[in-house]
């Protein structure tokens, strides 16, 4: 057992205990941050005189050998090592013997970790962000695609006012987009670098903690080391963000469900995405769509499992947080995943136009139409509304829609209906008279204003 705290004990760990307390099955993913953190490190202790130039040229030269040989395979993060840190220094110094050693003067492996996961984190908002880009890149060309292609907007499931479906995918858009920037508002506000923090309380080297943390592409160092070592902040922050985008995703994938019904039939998923039945041969299944929605509950389990896990803790760093990263990690490639996949349904996918404009002129969705038609007619709204009622229950009867009931029936009820009726409730006019900002007749500036958001990311 590689250990690097063996001087002050006279007996081995137990095996069973060192197997509990070892990270490095997992923490092994920070290898490249715990490299590059040393690397910087090391140079700030050279530059503040605290290591020769000679120890520092080892040092260095030590590290990107194993940064090497770990990215060529030739060495396996594996064997007897409690954490990926113990290991970089292991191996650094049976590669270069004595300036080894000195890699750790004024740090701790509290900062280390502290300063590895904020370094991952950093670079996984990134890779995020880029994914919610490629997203909603797809989501406006479909605006785009399908700017006047109506279908029934809902609210209960029920058939509610026509919309288009530049308008429904309009909605996501501004969901992934708020997605997208509450990352980059996250990353604003961790990039703060906790390396110089040491155990808990400084040290008493004479640090150049800025210096560390501009090589790193920090903003500053952080202003408190107990925190410094001790704030998971930040991780919380990504995972309920990350929560977040996986229930927009969960959301759209349960329209998707709805959608690729037989019933529906609204959406036609590409074969490539989806799956069939070992029974049933006329099945063509939305599984992406229902994996995504079921793979949600991974990530709000990591962000509410990870409050707990920090919520008793006093300062400063307790082993507890080490249980911050397996669950992290799979919370970030399940919603990396899903963002992904989500990607490439959507993109594969085609839509029905036919099915939805049918289906937005059944089910009286152009009902408030007509009652805003007889307002503009001089009609209080609350009489209107209950005139369109009647008319409502008289199509009922009748099994017919709106728009084929006789211009009699309309004036049996109220006579202040005319032949242009028919206009003022077909589902052209139903959606293009919603001009105001937001609303689906006012989609084409919303698309451009979509691309130009794009454009600049
Ligand atoms: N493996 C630890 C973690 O993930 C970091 C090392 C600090 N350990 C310690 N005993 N002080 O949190």
Same mark, same amino acid.
């Given at each position: 057992?590689?250990?690097?705290?063996?001087?002050?004990?006279?007996?081995?760990?137990?095996?069973?205990?060192?197997?509990?307390?070892?990270?490095?099955?997992?923490? &092994?993913?920070?290898?490249?941050q715990d490299?590059l953190g040393s690397k910087a490190h090391v140079k700030m202790l050279a530059k503040q @005189? %605290?290591?020769?130039?000679?120890?520092?040229?080892?040092?260095?030269?030590?590290?990107?050998?194993?940064? &090497?040989?770990?990215?060529?395979?030739?060495?396996?993060?594996?064997?007897?090592?409690?954490?990926?840190?113990?290991?970089?220094?292991?191996?650094?110094?049976?590669?270069? @013997?004595?300036?080894?050693?000195?890699?750790?003067?004024g740090r *701790?492996?509290?900062d280390q970790?502290a300063l590895d996961m904020r370094l991952y984190i950093r670079d996984?908002?990134?890779?995020?962000?880029?994914?919610?880009?490629?997203?909603?890149?797809?989501?406006?060309?479909?605006?785009?695609?399908?700017?006047?292609?109506?279908?029934?907007?809902?609210?209960?499931?029920?058939?509610?006012?026509?919309?288009?479906?530049?308008?429904?995918?309009?909605?996501?858009?501004?969901?992934?987009?708020?997605?997208?920037?509450?990352?980059? *508002?996250?990353r604003s506000r961790m990039n703060i670098c906790p390396l110089g923090s040491g155990?808990?309380?400084g040290t008493?080297y004479p640090l150049d903690r800025e210096y560390t943390a501009s090589l790193l592409g920090f903003d500053g160092a952080s202003e408190n080391s107990?925190d410094g070592v *001790?704030d998971?902040?930040y991780?919380? #922050?990504?995972?309920?963000?990350?929560?977040?985008?996986?229930?927009?995703?969960? &959301?759209?994938?349960?329209?998707?469900?709805?959608?690729?019904?037989?019933?529906?039939?609204?959406?036609?998923?590409?074969?490539?995405?989806?799956?069939?039945?070992? %029974?049933?041969?006329?099945?063509?299944?939305?599984?992406?769509?229902?994996? %995504?929605?079921?793979?949600?509950?991974?990530?709000?389990?990591?962000?509410?499992?990870?409050?707990?896990?920090?919520?008793?803790?006093?300062?400063?760093?307790?082993?507890?947080?080490?249980?911050?990263?397996?669950?992290?990690?799979?919370? %970030?490639?399940?919603?990396?995943? =899903?963002?992904?996949?989500?990607?490439?349904?959507?993109?594969? *996918?085609?839509?029905?136009?036919?099915?939805?404009?049918?289906?937005?002129?059944?089910?009286?969705?152009?009902?408030?139409?007509?009652?805003?038609?007889?307002?503009?007619?001089?009609?209080?709204?609350?009489?209107?509304?209950?005139?369109? @009622?009647?008319?409502?229950?008289?199509?009922? #009867?009748?099994? =017919?829609?709106?728009?084929?009931?006789?211009?009699?029936?309309?004036?049996?009820? =109220?006579? &202040?209906?005319?032949?242009?009726?028919?206009?003022?409730?077909?589902?052209?006019? =139903?959606?293009?008279?919603?001009?105001?900002?937001?609303?689906?007749?006012?989609?084409?500036?919303?698309?451009?204003?979509?691309?130009?958001?794009?454009?600049?990311?």
């Open positions: 057992m590689a250990q690097l705290w063996g001087g002050r004990f006279t007996k081995e760990t137990d095996a069973l205990v060192y197997a509990f307390n070892a990270s490095l099955r997992f923490d &092994r993913r920070l290898f490249r490299v @005189g %605290i290591l020769t130039e000679e120890e520092k040229d080892a040092i260095l030269l030590g590290l990107d050998q194993i940064l &090497r040989e770990v990215e060529d395979g030739t060495l396996k993060i594996e064997g007897e090592y409690e954490d990926i840190h113990s290991f970089v220094e292991a191996c650094l110094t049976e590669r270069i @013997g004595e300036p080894g050693k000195k890699l750790h003067t *701790s492996r509290n970790v996984e908002i990134d890779q995020t962000a880029q994914l919610l880009k490629e997203l909603l890149t797809v989501i406006c060309g479909i605006m785009e695609t399908h700017l006047t292609t109506c279908m029934p907007g809902f609210t209960h499931l029920q058939k509610a006012q026509p919309v288009t479906v530049a308008h429904h995918f309009g909605a996501y858009f501004e969901m992934f987009k708020r997605d997208r920037e509450r990352l980059m *508002s996250i155990a808990l309380a008493t107990m *001790s998971r902040d991780v919380l #922050e990504f995972l309920n963000s990350l929560a977040i985008t996986m229930m927009h995703l969960s &959301r759209l994938s349960e329209e998707i469900i709805i959608w690729n019904s037989n019933e529906y039939r609204f959406i036609e998923l590409d074969d490539t995405f989806a799956t069939g039945s070992s %029974i049933m041969p006329q099945k063509k299944n939305p599984d992406i769509a229902e994996l %995504i929605r079921g793979k949600t509950g991974r990530v709000f389990g990591a962000a509410q499992s990870l409050l707990v896990t920090m919520k008793g803790l006093p300062l400063a760093y307790n082993k507890d947080m080490q249980e911050d990263k397996e669950m992290t990690f799979d919370a %970030i490639d399940t919603a990396k995943g =899903c963002i992904s996949l989500m990607t490439g349904m959507l993109s594969s *996918s085609s839509f029905n136009a036919e099915r939805m404009e049918a289906s937005a002129m059944n089910g009286f969705a152009n009902a408030t139409d007509a009652a805003d038609y007889l307002v503009r007619k001089g009609v209080p709204f609350r009489d209107a509304h209950g005139i369109i @009622g009647r008319l409502v229950l008289t199509c009922i #009867e009748k099994s =017919c829609r709106m728009d084929d009931l006789p211009l009699e029936e309309y004036r049996a009820v =109220c006579p &202040r209906f005319d032949e242009d009726i028919y206009d003022a409730i077909s589902l052209k006019s =139903c959606v293009e008279r919603r001009k105001t900002k937001g609303a689906p007749g006012a989609m084409a500036e919303a698309v451009e204003r979509a691309k130009t958001y794009l454009a600049g990311l």
